[in-house]
C-alpha cells in the first residue's frame, strides 16, 4: 500500500515556473512508472508526464521542452518542473504511480492533486 502526497502548486503568472513534488510512502515491492497527470474543470484526467524507474521519460506534446520529469528513487520523490507556464495549464495535477505489491500485484496509486493556476 504506498500513499502519494503532491506539492508546489499555486498561483503564478504565465511565463513563470513551479516545481511540483510528489513523495510516495508506504509498503510495496517496488515502483516502477510514476507520473503526472492533470485534470481542468469540464476536461479528462490527461497524461503530462511519465518516467521509469530506469530514468526513461515521456512527455505530453503540449508540454514538451517545457516540462521536466525527475525522479529520487533513494526518496521516492518525483519531481515537476514547469516553467513558461501558460494559462492553459491550470489544472489541478495529480501524482502517479504504478506500483508492484509485495505479491507481485501491479496497482496504480493516485495522490490528491496539487492546484496549479496560471493567470494571464
Known amino acids: 500500500q504506498v500513499r502519494l502526497v503532491e506539492s508546489g502548486g499555486g498561483l503564478v503568472q504565465a511565463g513563470s515556473s513551479l516545481r511540483l513534488s510528489c513523495a510516495a510512502s508506504?509498503?510495496?515491492?517496488?515502483?516502477?512508472?510514476m507520473g503526472w497527470y492533470r485534470q481542468a474543470p469540464g476536461k479528462q484526467r490527461e497524461l503530462v508526464a511519465g518516467?521509469?524507474?530506469?530514468?526513461?521519460?515521456t512527455y505530453a506534446a503540449y508540454v514538451k521542452g517545457r516540462f521536466t520529469i525527475s525522479r529520487d528513487n533513494a526518496k521516492n520523490t518525483v519531481y515537476l518542473q514547469m516553467n513558461s507556464l501558460k494559462p492553459e495549464d491550470t489544472a489541478v495535477y495529480y501524482c502517479?504511480?504504478?506500483?508492484?505489491?509485495?505479491?507481485?500485484?501491479?496497482?496504480?496509486?493516485w495522490g490528491q492533486g496539487t492546484q496549479v493556476t496560471v493567470s494571464s
Open positions: 502517479n504511480a504504478e506500483c508492484v505489491s509485495l505479491t507481485r500485484v501491479v496497482v496504480t496509486t
Open positions: 508506504g509498503i510495496a515491492f517496488s515502483i516502477n512508472t
Open positions: 518516467i521509469t524507474s530506469g530514468g526513461t521519460t
